[in-house]
């Protein structure tokens, strides 16, 4: 027999292929769901009057409770002999005169806000 007329050859690219599909509709399946549960939260977010652009950090599936938990941000890196707004970090001075002009900045967009 030639490679391509093998039985089993064909038929485990069948079963590949019977795989491949079911993975397939089960991720459909998982994106509609999804597509519903978000569509319910937005309809309690409607009954509550929240803002539906500024999405709650976590709600609950069954919408009992909003939750709008500040996290902590982790700071910018600023690793040694790196530029950052011209100023090239060398020690901790540098490091901290840096420090100070991005917190300048990030207030000066926060009060744009």
Same mark, same amino acid.
């Given at each position: 027999m030639s490679k391509k007329n093998n039985r089993k050859l064909r038929h485990q690219?069948?079963?590949?292929? =019977?795989r491949k599909e079911k993975e397939?509709?089960?991720k459909q399946q998982k994106k509609i769901e999804r597509k *519903?549960? /978000?569509e319910e939260t937005l309809n309690i977010m409607k009954k509550l009057e929240i803002d539906s652009n500024r999405k709650p950090k976590a709600v609950s599936k069954l919408g009992a409770t909003v939750s709008n938990k500040k996290t902590k941000r982790k700071? %910018? $890196? =600023? +690793? *040694? /002999? #790196? !530029? !950052? $707004?011209g100023i *090239?970090?060398?020690d901790a001075e540098s490091k901290? $005169? %840096?420090k100070e002009i991005l917190a300048a900045?990030? #207030?000066? +967009?926060?009060?744009?806000?």
């Open positions: 690219a069948h079963q590949y292929a =019977l397939e509709r089960e *519903k549960q /978000n700071g %910018v $890196r =600023l +690793r *040694k /002999n #790196t !530029v !950052v $707004r *090239k970090i060398k901290k $005169r %840096v900045e990030e #207030t000066m +967009r926060d009060m744009a806000e």
